[in-house]
């Protein structure tokens, strides 16, 4: 069977295992059933996920003139703390930036690789702890507006990480930490204007992702310049697809190119 399509980030379920969905304009695969089948990945063309057009993705699945004008690729998206609608003041687009940034979000911990902080809606949980490929999680603060939780994280990653090493997580290399115990290591670091949102009734919240074989030396799939890979399908982590053989592909990162895939 055949599907073409343009990438975009693959939709969870928070089920046990986790089940992920590769969603196509027109189809969708549910990848759990395609574990253990050989799928042959193509690159077709790109098609920037704004303006649809077929030209190179510069960044967050958009070509480089929609990266640099349209408000979902702002600088607040990637850095919460730059986020200014609360003032009522526009940077590219403020009824969007209202609709995002004024939202309750949380700031959180994720242990993937490490221990480190983050930022998310609270609409995204636990979904954007999936995509980390976090085994666990656990609420710091629940803000009402973006630039609270922006600098809540800023003034933490000064003593936690807010990173994750993509291989170790993708090689399950990992160690089992008492997040609550970190939670309130780091309490004493929130800032003043977020301490009244502090949250430690919380527990930790435990994601199963479904692997059947981690890589041992994960190598990572550039289909632009491969145009195609072969490989049988070993297990979902994140929003990586990893194969037999220690190839492994970023969905998220590959988002705007339209590819054909063939299941064997």
């Given amino acids: 069977m055949t599907y073409q399509g343009v990438l975009t980030k693959m ?27 050989t799928i042959t990945l193509q690159f077709v063309k790109y098609q920037c996920l704004n303006c649809k057009l077929d030209k190179p993705i510069y960044r967050q ?60 809606r609270k609409t995204q949980v636990p979904t954007r702890w999936i995509d980390q490929g976090a085994h666990e999680a656990i609420e710091i603060v629940e803000v009402p507006n973006r630039y609270l939780a922006g600098i809540t994280e800023v003034a933490l990653k000064k003593h936690v990480a807010d990173k994750t090493n993509w291989r170790k997580m993708l090689k399950n ?13 780091l309490k004493q670091y929130i800032p003043e204007e977020a301490m009244d949102y502090f949250m430690d009734n919380k527990i930790e ?22 145009l195609q890979y072969k490989g049988k399908l070993a297990g979902i982590k994140g929003q990586y697809l990893i194969f037999d053989d220690d190839t492994v592909f970023n969905v998220r990162s590959n988002e705007g190119l339209v590819v054909k895939i063939t299941i064997d």
């Fill in 173 to 185: 290399d990992i160690e089992d930490e008492s997040l609550a115990t970190w939670r309130t290591r």
């Fill in 11 to 37: 939709g969870t379920e928070f089920e046990s295992p986790i089940q992920y969905y590769l969603v196509f304009e027109d189809d969708f695969l549910n990848m759990n059933q395609l574990l253990g089948k």
């Fill in 61 to 120: 699945g958009f070509c480089k003139n929609c990266f640099f004008e349209i408000p979902q690729a702002a600088a607040w998206i990637m850095r919460p703390e730059l986020s200014t609608a609360h003032l009522d003041k526009e940077d590219r687009d403020l009824e969007y930036e209202k609709a995002v940034q004024l939202k309750p979000h949380i700031v959180y911990l994720a242990n993937s690789s490490n221990v480190k902080v983050g930022v998310t």
């Fill in 205 to 226: 919240t435990n994601i199963n992702f479904p692997v059947s074989r981690y890589p041992e030396k994960p190598k990572s799939l550039n289909i632009k310049k491969e």
